[in-house]
């Protein structure tokens, strides 16, 4: 007598079955996690472009901020406002190379790379507000803020010195301890690479 063969899949031909559609939704939440994790706004943490030895950089301090008093605990002005009128220079081997203006009565300043008047966009690297440096392995940025005055001496804020090869491309965020020589809380300092089309450097410069 002939027995009829069971029709039913197998255990086994049900995993088959089964095992892409479940890959696939594996692969799936293992991307949604992976990009909720990722840092936003550019390269994943670790990976900072370091300056490359004899490239040659723009550079130039986006943003000074102030203790809320100076170095002697005192009010950085006198009159109706206390607040300090920045400006900052940064040196590179004993030459200043980019001098900032004068941000009023704040204890936040904040500078863009470039100059964004309506002719300002006719002049190409002109528009461009930056010093430029060298990436030389004993090379240092030396920066100065004060606190400009008008009818007396401006009284400065502090002196930094960086290595430059400590520093990488785009915003390096540099946070100090207030002491009596030091009344800078935080610089940020931005450095973009020449070696690119003058578009793309104006675009990181702002």
Known sequence: MIQNENT???????????????VVLAAGFLWVAASRDAPRGG??????????????????????ELFPTNQDNEPWDTGS?????????????????YESDTSEDAL?????G????????????????????????????????????????NDPAGTVELKLMDLHEGINDLSFKKTRGLGIKRILIKLVSRDQPLEAIIGKLR
Do not use: C
Request: glycine share 8%; no cysteine.
């Open 8 to 22: 039913a899949p197998s255990q086994a031909s049900w995993v088959g079955f089964l095992l892409p559609p479940l």
């Open 43 to 64: 390269a994943p943490a670790g990976t900072r472009q370091a300056l490359k030895v004899d490239g040659v950089y723009y550079v130039y301090v986006s943003q000074v």
């Open 81 to 97: 406002t206390a607040s300090p009128d920045i400006r900052n220079r940064v040196v590179w081997q004993g030459n200043t190379i």
């Open 108 to 112: 936040i300043a904040e500078w863009s």
């Open 114 to 153: 470039v100059n964004e008047g309506a002719l300002d966009k006719l002049l190409g690297e002109k528009m461009i507000r930056a010093g430029q440096v060298r990436a030389l392995k004993e090379g240092k940025l030396t920066i100065h803020v004060e606190d400009v005055d008008t009818l007396t001496p």
